[in-house]
Nanobody
Framework: QVQLVESGGGLVQAGGSLRLSCAASGTIFSFNGLTWYRQAPGKAREWVARITPGGPTYYADSVKDRFTISMTDTGNTGYLQMDSLKPEDTGVYYC??????GGQGTQVTVSS
């Protein structure tokens, strides 16, 4: 079974940038795509972005034009480039692909 591991989170001031990584133990993203979710304290998990096999990307309205999802050609690493961060982007970010075990997430904290 493929395992996913998220990394790259941290503390950043509003307006700053972070790049999250999602490492897979197999080349799963090329076949199954990649989705990023986030969960803020006390709130339900929220869908953030998705990249499908072949490349079309989709974004939640709240992050459109600020976040960019991508993956390597090898299909075993995915990214979420986050620019112009806002305090409301704070939360734990998780990556997901069908058929893979999810990771523990990576904490993103944006200070005002």
């Amino acid at each position: 079974q493929v395992q996913l591991v998220e990394s790259g989170g941290g503390l950043v001031q509003a307006g700053g940038s972070l790049r999250l990584s999602c490492a897979a133990s197999g080349t799963i993203f090329s076949f199954n795509g990649l989705t990023w979710y986030r969960q803020a304290p006390g709130k339900a998990r929220e869908w953030v972005a998705r990249i499908t096999p072949g490349g079309p990307t989709y974004y939640a309205d709240s992050v459109k034009d600020r976040f960019t999802i991508s993956m390597t050609d090898t299909g075993n690493t995915g990214y979420l480039q986050m620019d112009s961060l806002k305090p409301e982007d704070t939360g734990v970010y998780y990556c997901y692909a069908p058929g893979a075990f999810g990771g523990q997430g990576t904490q993103v904290t944006v200070s005002s």
